[in-house]
């Protein structure tokens, strides 16, 4: 950790900004602060550089939510007509398309709800993705939607309100196996145990 006293200002607050990052703690942001001090320049500026292209070059598929390219809309997965648009694999995080997608199994589409329902940290339904999730199911030609939020508190929570949210509307509601630990996130899980997991899902 620095000593903000005796820290030029610019060093401090690129320690700062680094500490706002998740996993980041005072120790590592100070130690990536002061690898770029002194890096060469050309390590800085590509990094400063694709800071901002990730904000300018990116936005949200209008169709699922995940991250796409700006000039790339719909998404790659929800243009490929070789996709199932019939089933729907709902998750938390942009990160867990990725996840289920170094399986290599599910060939359906998905709908990312950017978090989970958590009444503690004020986070309500109309915070997240589903409204157009239900608008999704109602008048597309969905058959079946795979609830693939965490097998934790919340992540449960958030399945429960989908699947009574869900239940009349007509397509089939399933739930990812345990073959997911309880309590962790899915974006951790291997390429097997994520296979396994969609392999062995029920009907709620």
Do not use: W
């Not at 990052?21 to 400063?48: V, W, Y």
């Amino acid at each position: 950790m620095t000593n903000s006293a005796v820290t030029p200002r610019p060093v401090q607050r690129l320690i700062d900004e680094f500490s706002r990052l998740p996993g980041i703690g005072p120790k590592t942001a100070s130690r990536l602060t002061f690898f770029l001090l002194r890096a060469q320049s050309e390590h800085a500026n590509g990094l400063s550089e694709s800071l901002l292209a990730l904000k300018r070059e990116t936005r949200f598929c209008s169709v699922c939510y995940n991250i796409t390219a700006a000039e790339t809309d719909p998404c790659v997965v929800c243009a490929d007509d070789d996709r199932d648009k019939g089933i729907l694999c709902v998750v938390e995080e942009p990160l867990d398309v990725l996840a289920i997608e170094r399986a290599r199994l599910f060939g359906g589409c998905y709908h990312v709800l950017h978090g989970v329902i958590s009444p503690v940290d004020g986070i309500g339904p109309d915070d997240l993705k589903i409204n157009e999730l239900l608008q999704r199911v109602r008048t597309g030609r969905v058959t079946e939607v795979i609830l693939a939020t965490n097998a934790n508190l919340v992540g449960e929570a958030t399945a429960m309100y989908l699947y009574q949210q869900l239940a009349n509307n007509g397509p089939l509601i399933t739930r990812l196996a345990r073959g997911l630990p309880v309590g962790g996130d899915l974006e951790y899980a291997d390429e097997i145990t994520v296979a396994r997991a969609l392999e062995g899902r029920a009907q709620m």
